[in-house]
């Protein structure tokens, strides 16, 4: 359905100058980037409670209207496949899209649940960023085999309204004990929304919040995960009383997460939003206290200027300078686009991770990746948090399942397309990206030759599915003539939800 949404906000900032300094509050753009004949309520009002108070109330009151929607929805949905792809009905305007193309934002991730929270966000009146996050944090409690509280981030966002594109990242990895990597998740999302964010904090930690008090219903990807890898250092979070794994549609709990994602939403700084978690785990490990401390950046995209426009990536220890190198010598090669699939590797093991996207109709677009190391992580459970740590402890390794990859067109045209492509499950993430990126490009050329016979060629968008290597997972997002597109490879791997 159509939903009424209001201004998508952005933050404009270079954020390679001085003025990137938390404490220093920009000015956000007065031109909203969607039409809204309605001018929103102003959400910074001044009010007679003290911040604390006022923040829990809020909290409260969010809590239990979310936590009711997202009930309902995971009741109507329990009979139904979580693969399934969701789209709009036909706008009363009279035309129709193909599924996953929409006239205001999209959001495409690896569960319904989430991509619907996602959503959710969105039709509130938040931007690409508050949908983008607080679907990573749903994630975080409903997909503990690939992303958690304990997981490394990194991030690409492109903001439409600034011509900036900026890259996050969680710091190199770092041990908080042997075997175990330092949580660095909710200062690093927390420092993204900071900047560029529209709905308060604590409106996004809600809907996960709930689900891990809840509960949420095990999908097929944490139900093989299980099944494959078995239940040790899982139990009881989900296990069955008798130390069996949790199979599909069982419902799991996690209020100890709950406690501590209540505990985020309530932190005035990012600083407290990181002691929100790592005190706890100090005192499960009996530690004195951390030894050290995340230190999530926000820092410029690499680029490499292209015919068709501009690649963005994640600078390194990502794999984006490695997926910049790809492409540069594989279009210094002046021939037909070449195919830089490889072979599957044997040997390697297969990273584990997560990735989502999330894409508005001016050509906002976020994708975020992160991951676990492990299936699991180091499958150590922290009492005290319900948070599955991380065996990311190598500060020098490179992280090769991170390299999501942004083309936007050229600089001064303010209505090019941009396309966002992100991969997980396979050892060589920047071949794949690579492969995926010339068959969008190869596709476009095609589209071109034969736009004449296309009446409705602005709907159809970029290339409708990306190819892939047979290995792994592509997600791809647009913002094609006034319209935000959303797909994947395989097709109909990861639910998408938009408006």
């Known amino acids: 359905m159509e939903a009424t949404a209001e201004p998508m906000l952005y933050q404009k900032l270079l954020l390679w100058e001085e003025s990137l300094e938390p404490e220093k509050e920009e000015e956000e753009l007065s031109e909203p980037l969607i039409i809204n004949p309605w001018k929103p309520q102003d959400s910074s009002g001044k009010v007679g409670l003290r911040p604390g108070a006022w923040a829990q109330l809020v909290a409260t009151l969010l809590l239990l209207a979310v936590g009711s929607s997202l009930a309902l929805w995971q009741l109507h949905t329990r009979g139904s496949s979580t693969e399934t792809l969701v789209s709009v009905a036909p706008p009363p305007s009279g035309h129709s899209h193909r599924p996953g193309v929409y006239h205001h934002g999209a959001i495409i991730s690896p569960a319904a649940t989430c991509s619907h929270l996602g959503q959710e966000l969105l039709v509130a009146g938040g931007n690409v960023v508050d949908a983008g996050v607080g679907a990573a944090l749903c994630l975080a409690v409903v997909h503990p085999h690939t992303t958690g509280l304990g997981a490394m981030f990194w991030g690409l966002f492109h903001n439409s309204s600034s011509g900036n594109s900026t ?53 097929m990807p944490l139900a093989r995960a299980l099944a494959a890898k078995g239940t040790k250092g899982l139990c009881p979070l989900l296990c069955h009383t008798d130390g069996t794994p949790l199979g599909p549609g069982a419902r799991a709990t996690n209020p100890k997460l709950a406690a501590v994602l209540r505990r985020a939403a309530l932190a005035p700084t990012p600083d407290f939003t990181k002691d929100a978690l790592l005190s706890l785990l100090a005192r499960d490990l009996g530690l004195e206290g951390p030894s050290t401390e995340p230190v999530p950046t926000l820092e410029p995209a690499l680029q490499l200027p292209l015919a068709q426009g501009i690649l963005l990536t994640t600078p390194s220890p990502s794999a984006g300078p490695e997926l910049l190198a790809l492409l540069k010598a594989a279009l210094q090669s002046r021939g037909p686009l070449p195919d830089p699939c490889p072979p599957p590797l044997k040997a390697t093991m297969t990273p584990v991770s997560s990735v989502l996207a999330t894409v508005d109709s001016s050509g906002s677009v976020l994708l975020l990746t992160s991951s676990l190391n492990s299936s699991f992580g180091s499958r150590h459970l922290s009492p005290s948090t319900g948070v599955l740590l991380s065996n990311l402890v190598d500060k020098s390794a490179v992280n090769t399942w991170s390299c999501p990859l942004i083309l936007r067109g050229s600089p001064d045209d303010t209505e090019a397309d941009v396309l966002g492509l992100v991969a997980s499950g396979t050892p060589e993430m920047a071949r794949v990206t690579t492969h995926a990126l010339f068959s969008h490009l190869a596709g476009s050329q095609t589209q071109e030759l034969h736009q004449h016979h296309h009446q409705h060629q602005a709907q159809q968008g970029p290339t409708q599915s990306p190819s892939t290597c047979g290995q792994g997972t592509v997600l791809q997002v647009a913002a094609h003539a006034e319209h935000a597109h959303v797909s994947s490879v395989p097709s109909g791997c990861c639910p998408f939800q938009g408006f």
Not at 192 to 203: A, N, V
């Open 167 to 219: 890259a996050l990242t969680s710091g190199p990895a770092q041990t908080l004990a042997p075997g175990l990597g330092l949580p660095s998740a909710l200062p690093t999302l927390r420092l993204l929304h900071t900047h560029f964010g529209r709905l308060p904090w604590s409106r996004l930690l809600v809907g996960p919040a709930t689900l891990a008090q809840e509960g949420f219903l095990v999908d």
